[in-house]
């Protein structure tokens, strides 16, 4: 159970936010949106803004699934590698890429996250700048240049670190609250 309970999946008001939440996920309400909604100022900033990191962003779908794993992984956010796995394999990520992940969260460094896992170089980049930036905020100088340098375009880099940000908060809303899977 979370650390309070969920509103109802029924809920029906504010009807406006509510609807524009349940079309967004395809007509239902995520355990998620049930916390966000007791405030609805938040759930509708919320539903706007993590809309447009998920849909609008010209980064690859697989490093934006990447990126998310990770920190899923490294916040012990459950909830979240539960939902973005499925769609970073989607995406073209692997098993052995998830299982690299994996490792994360049991302390090992991203560098576990080789060459040998990765599809390109820009996923085991990513991987270094999601850890670093999640971890230690700070991220190297040759793990910023090294990611720029896979990416290819200052646009590309500015996602991943708008990405890397966003994941991070949703990450501490679902372990504060411990927002279980559905």
Not at 121 to 142: I, M, N, Y
Request: hydrophobic share 50%; aromatic share 8%.
């Amino acid at each position: 159970m979370p650390r309070i309970a969920y509103q109802p999946l029924d809920l029906a008001e504010p009807r406006a936010l509510v609807d524009a939440i349940r079309t967004r996920r395809g007509g239902t309400l995520l355990n998620l949106d049930r916390i966000l909604l007791y405030s609805p100022p938040l759930a509708e900033g919320w539903n706007s803004f993590l809309g447009n990191v998920r849909t609008r962003l010209a980064l690859p779908a697989r490093l934006r699934e990447l990126a998310i794993c990770v920190v899923a992984r490294l916040n012990g956010a459950d909830y979240e590698f539960h939902h973005h796995a499925p769609l970073f394999l989607q995406a073209g990520g692997t098993q052995a890429q998830l299982d690299a992940i994996d490792g994360l969260a049991e302390g090992l460094r991203p560098d576990a996250f080789d060459a040998a896992d990765a599809a390109d170089a820009a996923d085991a980049a990513v991987a270094q700048f999601t850890f670093e930036s999640t971890r230690l905020v700070k991220v190297a100088d040759a793990t910023f240049a090294s990611t720029r340098t896979a990416l290819g375009e200052d646009r590309l880099l500015v996602e991943l670190v708008g990405v890397i940000a966003s994941y991070n908060m949703v990450s501490r809303v679902l372990v504060a609250f411990d927002v279980q899977p559905e």
